[in-house]
């Protein structure tokens, strides 16, 4: 069981808009920054959004992250085929002293 | 370019102990820390703790808290995760990442390929 609640999976064909969403609590994401790192199939993580909504250099423009109260959500607009990843989202917890992940979210381009 | 390079797969008995190095290039590596992540087969992402480069301190998660040892060696630019008395349960891959020098964070910008560990009789 995740601190960081993530739906298991999503979906889209390709063009449209996907978003991931991602609830904690005040001791997380209602007190910290989001992260939100991307893994494509037998890679390693990689990170993909900072500080809620801040793009590492090389990251396209398509993703963009936000955060609300004590949820975030990732969103991609004009979904590709090489979008498809699992997809987590993490944030420092005060409470454990700790960075927390949710439990991932496979994106589909259909 | 800042690289992050393990050490091989390793195959173990329940029991023992396993030590996973983290060989880095590419930049000054007392002005980071690193830490480590797992990813059982199948599952999701889990923090182990961090270590700072410049100083030594360790945060390790309250979890593998007794079982878990991260050193440095600024001679080499390498970073090393022990973890004791392995159960099945720990068969997983484990990941270095480039971490913020002064505090565990959540900022892991640049990782390892990862190193497999396998716990098997």
């Known amino acids: 069981q995740s601190v960081l609640t993530q739906p298991p999976s999503a979906s889209g064909t390709p063009g449209q808009r996907g978003t991931i969403s991602c609830s904690g609590s005040?001791?997380?994401?209602?007190?910290?920054?989001v992260y939100w790192y991307q893994q494509l199939p037998g890679t390693a993580p990689k990170l993909l959004i900072y500080r809620n909504n801040q793009r590492p250099s090389g990251v396209p423009d398509r993703f963009s992250g936000s955060k609300s109260g004590t949820s975030a959500s990732l969103a991609i607009s004009g979904l590709r085929s090489e979008d498809e990843a699992d997809y987590y989202c993490?944030?420092?917890?005060?409470?454990?002293?700790?960075?927390?992940f949710g439990g991932g979210t496979k994106l589909t381009v259909l | 370019q800042v690289q992050l390079v393990q050490s091989g797969a390793e195959v173990k008995k329940p029991g023992a102990s396993v030590k996973v190095s983290c060989k880095t290039s590419g930049y000054t590596f007392t002005s980071y820390g690193i830490t480590w992540v797992r990813q059982a087969p199948g599952q999701g992402l889990e923090w182990m703790g961090w270590i700072s480069a410049y100083n030594g301190n360790t945060n390790y998660a309250q979890k593998f808290q007794g079982r878990v040892t991260m050193t440095t060696d600024t001679s080499t630019s390498t970073a090393y995760m022990e973890l004791r008395s392995l159960g099945s349960d720990d068969t997983a891959v484990y990941y270095c990442?480039?971490?913020?020098?002064?505090?565990?964070?959540?900022?892991?910008?640049?990782w390892g390929q990862g190193t497999l560990v396998t716990v098997s009789s």
């Open positions: 005040s001791s997380n994401i209602g007190s910290n920054y």
């Open positions: 990442a480039r971490a913020p020098v002064a505090v565990a964070g959540t900022d892991f910008d640049y």
């Open positions: 993490a944030a420092w917890d005060d409470s454990l002293s700790g960075p927390v």
